[in-house]
C-alpha cells in the first residue's frame, strides 16, 4: 500500500478558496489514480475528485466548475485547488490510491481504493 498525507485544510469564507495537497514518498506514486473524497460528521464518504496516471481529471456534480484536481509527478504530490466554497462543502477531506485497473464508469466507488490518507478539515464559515 502507498501511505498518503492530507495537507491544506482550514477555514475559508463562502465564495472563497482552499488548496488541499496529497503527497506520498511512495516510487510507485505516478503509477496510481489518486481520488479525494469527503465525509462530513453524520454522512457516507462520498467521492469529489479524482485524477488519472494519464492526468484526466474527473468531478462529482457537487464540485463540477469549482474545484480542480491536479498532480505533480516530481513532487508526488496531487492538489485539490476548490474554489467558491459553500456552506456544503465542509467536511473532512481524504485523498487514496485507486487499486487499478482504473475504469472511467467506476472511478467515484471508494472500495476501488487503498492508501487512504488521514485526512484534513475544510470549515466554510462566514
Known amino acids: 500500500q502507498v501511505q498518503l498525507v492530507e495537507s491544506g485544510g482550514g477555514t475559508a469564507h463562502p465564495g472563497g478558496s482552499l488548496k488541499l495537497a496529497c503527497t506520498t514518498s511512495?516510487?510507485?506514486?505516478?503509477?496510481?489514480?489518486i481520488g479525494w473524497f469527503r465525509q462530513a460528521p453524520g454522512k457516507e464518504r462520498k467521492a469529489v475528485s479524482c485524477?488519472?496516471?494519464?492526468?484526466?481529471?474527473y468531478y462529482t456534480d457537487p464540485v463540477k466548475g469549482r474545484f480542480t484536481n491536479s498532480r505533480d509527478n516530481t513532487k508526488n504530490t496531487v492538489y485539490l485547488q476548490m474554489n467558491n466554497l459553500r456552506p456544503e462543502d465542509p467536511a473532512v477531506y481524504f485523498c487514496?490510491?485507486?487499486?487499478?485497473?482504473?475504469?472511467?464508469?467506476?472511478?467515484?466507488?471508494?472500495?476501488?481504493?487503498?492508501?487512504w490518507g488521514q485526512g484534513t478539515q475544510v470549515t466554510v464559515s462566514s
Open positions: 487514496a490510491a485507486h487499486k487499478g485497473p482504473f475504469y472511467v464508469i467506476d472511478w467515484y466507488e471508494a472500495p476501488k481504493y487503498d492508501s
Open positions: 485524477i488519472s496516471k494519464n492526468d484526466n481529471p
Open positions: 511512495a516510487s510507485n506514486f505516478r503509477e496510481r489514480a
